[in-house]
């Protein structure tokens, strides 16, 4: 079988030592005995409640500056790139804040991806995913509780597939999305890249936050961009009303979906862990 090649970098790129991390335990149930585990739960829960509170309110501002019966145009507000922004800016500074304590998942599809890699545990991610989505519904609350006759009249910033584009359609966006977001997750936390490209200063939190940026600009038209669960299950817990239901799983299975594809491809087709894990089986027969 043939090895992997690297090339010698100069002595002052030398790279540090690398050896990949062991995979996470499927059950640890030492976790639940730790304080830092309650402390990654609360920064999960209270990171996504400020995520939903400063970008639902940010989608009812536009929608309320461009509503025609307040004399407002389509010229009026931060428009869709202001959207974008707003949701890819408030990821750069949670995940920046928060991926010390945490991780910086803010995303149940982040978080089953993470897992999938075996980077976290069973229990921990179930609870950063319950963790999440009450943050999500907190979050949505506070909007509600603020600016309850916008929230309602202008549809609480609920995820929905627009006039024009079919459930299928739908999906496909959000399981394309997701992917964009994950392979980044993956690829700006990779310790193995931070180990070789020692020299190269990465800040992780940047990249991911311009991927949610894209990715918004891309699927708005679409289905108003889901790509995290929690965002999505808060919103339409808050706002209530049968569409957002009926179109809620798509905002389940497709982020799923795009992480699980993210996962594989990064850790069995980029890192060959399957390979790696046939040779080692090998050499030690």
């Known amino acids: 079988m043939a090895k992997d090649v690297e090339v010698a970098e100069p002595a002052e790129f030398a790279a540090k030592d690398y050896h990949d991390p062991p995979p996470a335990p499927l059950f640890d149930a030492e976790e639940l005995t730790k304080w830092s585990f309650y402390r990654a739960l ?10 939903l509170y400063i970008t639902v309110l940010t989608v009812i501002g536009y929608k309320s500056q461009t509503d025609p ?26 995940v920046y804040c928060t991926a010390g304590i945490s991780g910086g ?20 991610a179930v609870s950063y ?30 995820n929905e597939v627009q006039p024009g584009y079919s459930k299928g359609t739908a999906l496909g966006a959000e399981i394309i999305g997701t992917f964009v977001l994950v392979y980044t997750v993956f690829s700006a936390t990779d310790p193995k890249r931070n180990a070789r490209d020692s020299h190269v200063p990465v800040l992780a939190p940047l990249p991911i936050g311009f991927a949610v940026f894209m990715v918004h600009l891309a699927t708005i038209p679409v289905t108003g961009t889901g790509i995290n669960p929690a965002r999505s299950f808060g919103a339409a817990v808050m706002y209530g009303h049968d569409k957002a239901w009926d179109d809620q799983w798509i905002f389940w299975v497709g982020p799923f979906l795009g992480a699980a594809a ?8 980029l890192r060959a862990a399957a390979i790696k894990a046939l040779g080692s089986f090998r050499s030690n027969a």
């Not at 089953?112 to 229990?123: C, P, Q, Y």
Request: glycine share 14%; aromatic share 16%.
């Open 129 to 158: 995913m319950v963790a999440q989505c009450l943050g999500a519904i907190c979050g949505c609350g506070l909007v509600k509780a603020f600016q309850k006759a916008y929230y309602t009249r202008y549809g609480g910033g609920a």
């Open 262 to 269: 993210a996962a594989f491809y990064y850790q069995f087709v």
């Open 69 to 94: 019966a307040l004399k407002g145009t389509d010229c009026d507000g931060v428009g869709i790139l202001g959207i974008a922004w707003a949701f890819g800016g408030m990821i750069f500074i949670l």
């Open 42 to 51: 609360i920064a999960e829960f209270i990171a996504t409640l400020l995520f």
């Open 105 to 124: 998942h803010i995303n149940p599809a982040v978080t089953f991806g993470l897992f999938l890699a075996r980077k976290v545990s069973l229990i921990r």
